[in-house]
């Protein structure tokens, strides 16, 4: 069955430096997106990403997040200086948009992400 | 904004035993899709069920089912002969068509032997 694959699993950083979490949605996909869990809270949207751009992205996202697709299957996460507050577990997700399909939204199994 | 809610911080069951979780959402939109996800300690998302917002009939998925009630916007997930291996936090999310999942806080099912 077709999965959504991310790397690395778990990263541990210095805070100020820069992380790239990368992440190879379902084939066919046209719908990619990033969530974030904090250790014990719920999980949170923070960008989708449709048509080569970005169709939404919530507070969080502010001007050290960027997305990007280089290429015609990696879709990543850029964090340009980290803080501490931004370790938690990061997920992609990709949906087809394929209304037959049902909208389902599918998980990669999460980017551990520790800032120290 | 939609909004997600499960009254249900933790929940435990017999196993073997049929447990229900609950789960209210907000929104003014009539059509969209509703969604249980499972995470496991291993902290994945994995997808239980699904139920799309025109259908009547409720959502079956071996021993899951859902319970969705358009009207009170109410959509409770029931597991029937509960197994240790369905010991996880359970999050119900809501998705507007092409827009981003929004998730409740989580239940933490506990399956006790």
């Known amino acids: 069955e077709p999965e959504v694959t991310q790397t690395p699993s778990h990263q541990v950083t210095q805070m100020g430096q820069e992380v790239i979490l990368r992440c190879v949605p379902i084939s066919n996909h046209l719908y990619f997106y990033w969530y974030r869990q904090i250790l014990g809270q719920k999980v949170e949207f923070l960008v989708s990403f449709y048509n080569n751009e970005i169709s939404e992205k919530s507070e969080i996202f502010d001007d050290q997040f960027s997305v990007e697709r280089p290429d015609g299957s990696n879709f990543t996460l850029k964090i340009r200086s980290t803080k501490l507050e931004d370790s938690a577990m990061y997920f992609c997700a990709s949906m087809s948009g394929d209304l037959s399909s049902g909208n389902t939204i599918y998980f990669g199994e999460g980017s551990w992400l520790t800032v120290v | 904004a939609q909004t997600v809610t499960q009254s249900q911080p933790e929940m435990s069951v017999q196993e073997a035993e049929t447990v229900t979780l609950s789960c209210t959402y907000d929104?003014?939109?009539?059509?969209?899709?509703l969604f249980w996800y499972k995470q496991p300690p291993s902290r994945q998302m994995i997808l239980v069920i699904r139920q799309e917002a025109y259908k009547q009939q409720n959502a079956t998925e071996n021993r899951f089912s859902v319970n969705f009630q358009k009207a009170a916007k109410s959509f409770s997930l029931k597991i029937s002969d509960s197994q240790l291996g369905d010991a996880a936090m359970y999050f119900c999310?809501?998705?507007?068509?092409?827009?981003?999942?929004?998730f409740g806080a989580g239940t933490i099912l506990r399956v006790k032997s």
């Open positions: 929104t003014s939109e009539s059509d969209y899709y």
């Open positions: 999310a809501y998705l507007e068509y092409g827009n981003k999942l929004v």
